[in-house]
């Protein structure tokens, strides 16, 4: 983790530097409105499959006209069924899962063009932006009519104690189109990914447990949960029940309100010995 937050100050570092330090500073906070959906064990394409509702507040500090740092708060619901799946083995394994994603994301993010508030020429530009956020999940599933919190049940063998934990990292990847509204007030539209360091944001990664060991360990419903197969033998000890070489995403896609506070500047670190 260490090598990856110092390339990422490095490189934050290397762009403010050589970047105009005469241009707009100040800072912006704003809210957004939008969709969540996830890509994983249980939808192993790029479709967009059960979107959610999606929203945040952010917190936005420009150094200048093309740079600058975001924090956002975000909250987003998501969710898969391989019931909607046109795969023979995803179909009849019959898993699914909902959850809802409470992420904290901190980002450095680049203008492609020169931007400026309230300029009649610059004050639009498309944008990308990186970073890294922190997350807490909770897969559920419902069975016989009643939700379960699925990590509770150690679908996968996991012994009580040793359970995968809900908070966890990932690489935040993304980009949108930003231009105003007026001098203080401007638009953003933006889509983003969370590529996760968990493969557990949907409760499947790896192979179906030893039911009689689960059944001891956890319970009949923990059995139950576990193996919803469609055919027999499918849900054998052993056979496969996830992917573990790659790990869980999802994204956000929105639209944001922000308002310019100008008069609001932090230190200029660039002049600091």
């Known amino acids: ?78 969710g898969a069924d391989d019931a909607d799946s046109k795969n023979n083995f995803e179909f009849n394994r019959n898993l699914s899962f909902k959850s809802n994603i409470f992420d904290l994301a901190n980002v450095i993010e680049f203008n492609f063009f020169h931007y400026e508030h309230g300029h009649q020429t610059f004050n639009k530009t498309p ?7 922190v997350l807490h999940f909770n897969p559920t599933a419902v069975l ?31 980009g949108g189109l930003k231009f105003d509204l007026n001098r203080t007030t401007s638009i953003n539209i933006e889509l983003s990914t969370r590529i996760l360091f968990t493969d557990y944001l949907d409760d499947v990664s790896s192979v179906f447990p030893d039911k009689t060991e689960l059944l001891a360990s956890r319970g009949e ?28 995403k999802y994204s956000f896609a929105g639209i944001s309100i922000v308002r310019y506070f100008g008069g609001i500047t932090c230190p200029d670190i660039s002049r600091i010995r």
């Open 1 to 78: 983790m260490n090598r990856y937050f110092l390339a990422y100050f490095a490189v934050f570092t290397f762009i403010l530097q050589s970047a105009d330090s005469f241009a707009q500073k100040g800072l912006e906070l704003g809210g957004w409105l939008g969709t969540s959906f996830y890509f994983g064990d249980l939808n192993t394409t790029l479709k967009i499959t059960k979107p959610g509702l999606a929203g945040g507040i952010l917190a936005r500090y420009n150094f200048n006209n093309r740079v600058s740092v975001r924090t956002s708060l975000n909250y987003g619901r998501v």
């Open 127 to 133: 944008y990308f932006f990186g970073g890294f956020n």
């Open 221 to 248: 419903t923990a059995v139950k949960l576990s193996d919803r197969s469609l055919i027999d033998g499918l849900g054998s000890a052993g056979r496969q029940r996830g992917d573990t070489k790659g790990k869980d």
């Open 144 to 174: 016989d009519g009643q939700t379960y919190h699925l990590r509770e049940f150690g679908t996968e063998g996991q012994a009580p104690g040793s359970e995968y934990s809900q908070i966890t990292f990932g690489f935040v990847l993304g």
